[in-house]
């Protein structure tokens, strides 16, 4: 029997007034796998992300997590549904009046009963694995903005959810930076089995950290598969994208 998938999307559709940005959007994403949710600005990327965790309902279809609807879910099942769910935002969405260390810390305090000493343990070793560690007491505006990248992930990652969305990890970073991110994606996705669903203009990126990536336009799945198979797609604009390499 197959296993349950980490996330399914039924036929998703949302407008914002008379612009419909989603139209009829189905995916299915097993566990432990990478996609990459590819496409041009204004596609519906983000909106999708954001379905997913719940920040925004969807005026037809279902979202799934690992099995739970989140349709018509009270505010404490979305809010035990969202434990499972780490989101990278793609400004890092650090608080700026508390340290970094603080900001890792903030959902272990707020979603778990660990004593005080406990929880900067686990909030100095989340930032260990992301390179950070010795910037526990450091304020967010001090950081560069791959430092600022690292910290939301390492945030993101502070209750060891299955399932990590990532928003734009290569917006705003120089290519080194943007290669040192994705190779902390990757040894998220390969150590943990975690779920990781990204949003990118950036196709190096989606080629690195992508077992699977889905082209969206106008709303809709242009093309789906791996790297290789997009490269072969018969559509001319799925073609075109996946050879600017340059994206970001």
Do not use: W
Request: some cysteine; aromatic content about 4%; hydrophobic content about 40%.
């Amino acid at each position: 029997m197959a296993p349950e998938a980490a996330v399914r999307l039924e036929r998703l559709t949302k407008s914002f007034g008379t612009l419909r940005v989603l139209d009829g959007v189905t995916l299915e994403v097993p566990p432990a796998q990478g996609y990459c949710i590819l496409g041009r600005s204004g596609t519906g990327k983000s909106v999708l992300l954001r379905h997913i965790v719940g920040l925004i309902v969807p005026d037809e279809g279902r979202v799934f997590v690992e099995g739970d609807e989140l349709t018509g879910l009270s505010s404490r099942e979305m809010s035990r549904i969202r434990r499972r769910i780490g989101f990278l935002f793609q400004n890092a969405a650090l608080f700026d009046s508390i340290s970094v260390g603080e900001n890792v810390a903030f959902p272990l305090r707020r979603h778990t009963t660990l004593p005080d000493p406990a929880v900067r343990e686990k909030a100095l070793e989340k930032l260990r694995q992301v390179g950070l560690d010795r910037d526990f007491d450091t304020m967010p505006a001090a950081l560069s903005g791959g430092m600022r990248k690292r910290a939301g992930l390492a945030r993101a990652m502070a209750l060891d959810p299955p399932i990590l969305l990532v928003d734009e990890p290569s917006a705003g970073l120089d290519p080194v930076t943007s290669a040192e991110i994705d190779a902390l994606l990757l040894d998220v996705k390969r150590s943990r089995g975690t779920t990781l669903i990204a949003v990118t203009h950036n196709v190096p990126s989606a080629r690195a950290i992508g077992d699977v990536l889905v082209f969206l336009h106008q709303g809709r799945i242009l093309a789906q598969g791996a790297a290789s198979e997009l490269d072969r797609s018969p559509e001319p604009m799925v073609q075109e994208f996946m050879r600017s390499e340059g994206s970001g």
